[in-house]
């Protein structure tokens, strides 16, 4: 289990997801829900949320689980 929120829009998991649209890292979050503004980007973010994103993102990455795009 991880030590971050995974609550729907946070920096866990838009990490999470980012890495499963195969997207880049780009740090940010919706504290409102995923796409309801607003949306705060990296310089708006404390380090614990920075490291949060890339938590949820690394953890993707090492599952292995990827959007099928075929």
Do not use: L
Request: charged share 30%.
């Amino acid at each position: 289990m991880s030590k971050y929120s995974d609550k729907h829009g946070f920096p866990f998991d838009r990490g999470g997801a980012d890495s499963y649209y195969d997207r880049p890292r780009d740090p940010h979050f919706y504290p409102n829900g995923t796409g309801n503004s607003p949306r705060i980007n990296m310089s708006m973010m404390s380090a614990e949320e920075i490291e949060a994103y890339h938590a949820g993102y690394d953890e993707n990455e090492n599952s292995g689980n990827k959007k099928d795009w075929g």
